[in-house]
């Protein structure tokens, strides 16, 4: 493809970002479903560290290219805007549709099988922000809530494996200070 016709990288994180901001689901909304999955298991993990950890996520290209999927076809069924069957099927999130369960996946299969498992319980469970998306009535939030789910799957993934690592060198989370603002100050990479 030419090079004048490529979306830039910055472009498809910015429309992701706001996808999800339109939608109702903060950063921190997702950050609070990791801490929930994974503050059992890492002693001093606070909720900066797994903002810090949903922000790095967020900055994968199939996970953005999934949100801006499936967010679009969810604001398309609200103004029923899809052609029959798929907007019924798409507004009334019909049980054996799967698809966007299928599109949250592709981005939770590069985080390896703590992160399926994880999205796999969510899914069930739905917690936080989740339940809140899956019992909203008005509007339709059929591929939101297993994008939510896939995110922060992804996420609890991350820390489970960067605990390992500081297991392994004698720390824990209290060693990380948990900044999160700026472009500069993350958790060292752990999975890249
Ligand atoms: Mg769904």
Redo the contacts with the bound molecule.
């Keep these: 493809m030419k090079e004048q016709n490529r979306v830039h990288s910055n472009d498809v994180t910015k429309a992701a970002q706001e996808a999800l901001e339109r939608r109702g689901v903060t950063i921190e909304d997702i950050a609070e479903i990791v801490y929930e999955m994974q503050v059992p298991y890492n002693p001093g993990l606070k909720i900066e560290h797994c903002i810090n950890s949903v922000k790095r996520v967020m900055m994968k290209r199939e996970v953005q290219h999934s949100v801006l999927v499936g967010v679009e076809l969810d604001e398309l069924a609200e103004k029923k805007m899809l052609s029959y069957p798929l907007q019924k099927l798409v507004e009334t999130?019909e049980g054996l549709f799967g698809v966007?369960?299928t599109i949250a996946l592709g981005s939770v299969l590069t985080y390896g099988s703590i992160a399926l498992t994880t999205y796999g319980h969510l899914d069930k469970e739905k917690i936080g922000i989740i339940k809140k998306l899956d019992t909203n009535g008005v509007k339709v939030h059929?591929?939101l809530?297993?994008l939510v789910g896939s995110i922060a799957a992804c996420a609890a993934s991350r820390i489970a494996h960067r605990m390992r690592d500081l297991e392994e060198e004698g720390e824990t989370f209290e060693a990380i200070p948990p900044v999160v603002n700026g472009e500069d100050e993350e958790i060292p990479e752990d999975d890249e």
Aim: hydrophobic content about 15%.
């Design positions: 999130d966007d369960e059929t591929f809530d297993d």
